[in-house]
């Protein structure tokens, strides 16, 4: 079942991950949060609440972007699932340089 079916039917509006990574040290992910129906506040949740197979799936943008982290330097950001215009986001900052990209 997509990721972005599960989170409507879960009630979900807006889910967003924190991660951060550098060249040498890997990278980490953070707490999740979510948002349900016009709530404009997220909620931080516990992996468990979602399921590892749903929460892996949330971070697997992350990964997929940057890997191991090799060869990149110091990365904050946040991945942005929107379930109302069916959007992936990643923001945040790529050394002194902010970024913004869209997932595909």
Do not use: C
């Not at 599960?6 to 948002?35: H, M």
């Not at 197979?53 to 330097?73: I, K, M």
Request: hydrophobic letters at 40%.
């Amino acid at each position: 079942m997509p990721r972005g079916f599960v989170l409507v039917l879960r009630g979900v509006s807006v889910v967003e991950v924190a991660f951060s990574g550098v060249n040498g040290s890997g990278g980490r992910t953070g707490p999740i949060s979510v948002s349900r129906g016009t709530e404009t506040s997220l909620v931080a949740i516990g992996r468990w609440a979602l399921g590892d197979e749903l929460a892996h799936a949330l971070e697997a943008p992350v990964w997929d972007r940057y890997g191991t982290f090799a060869g990149q330097p110091a990365i904050r950001g946040v991945v942005r699932w929107t379930t109302g215009d069916r959007t992936v986001l990643i923001t945040g900052t790529r050394g002194d340089a902010r970024f913004r990209e869209t997932v595909r």
